[in-house]
């Protein structure tokens, strides 16, 4: 059986680009750099039946390998490309190659444009992690949709609607 090329979205910031791989329960995911340009993947996942799931991409810049990370985080997996040249101007697009890939499309919530970049404090290696922990958490650490019912202080009883003249 022939693998499928997943879903991908990417965004990227002065010293990163992030990749979101969109499956259903991954497993048995690989990566491997084979060089400072280049990166294959392959899984397993979806829902029965279960299918095998592969891209290679020749990416824009290169970027450094030891500094990469990954995660699984729900129905995504997310890879963290760290830049090697984080004073290079933003990559015009993922890929080295100007054809556009059917199965990548930009990540619009993870995007910030350069000139946003000046304050990107918040984003940086160090706190990737923590920010990636606290994912679907809420301020109380507990998870977010279990508190969708909470009782509110500030929650009146809405007076009866008048009838129609």
């Not at 990548?104 to 990107?120: A, I, L, T």
Request: charged fraction near 35%.
């Amino acid at each position: 059986m022939a693998a499928i090329k997943p879903p991908i979205k990417w965004a990227q910031r002065r010293d990163i680009v992030y990749l979101s791989v969109a499956v259903e329960d991954i497993s048995n995911e690989t990566y491997q750099f084979t060089d400072d340009k280049s990166l294959c993947f392959e899984c397993e996942g979806g829902t029965k039946p279960r299918q095998k799931y592969a891209f290679e991409l020749q990416l824009f810049g290169e970027i450094n390998q030891e500094n990469c990370k990954v995660k699984k985080a729900g129905r995504e997996l997310l890879i963290v490309l760290s830049k090697k040249d984080n004073k290079a101007p933003y990559w015009p697009r993922l890929t080295e190659g100007k054809q556009k890939a059917h199965n990548v499309q930009v990540d619009f919530n993870r995007w910030r444009d350069e000139e946003d970049s000046s304050g990107d404090e918040y984003y940086k290696d160090d706190e990737f992690e923590s920010m990636m922990n606290t994912l679907g958490k809420d301020d109380t650490g507990g998870n977010a949709a279990d508190n969708e019912a909470s009782d509110d202080s500030d929650d009146e009883q809405m007076p009866d609607l008048e009838p129609a003249k």
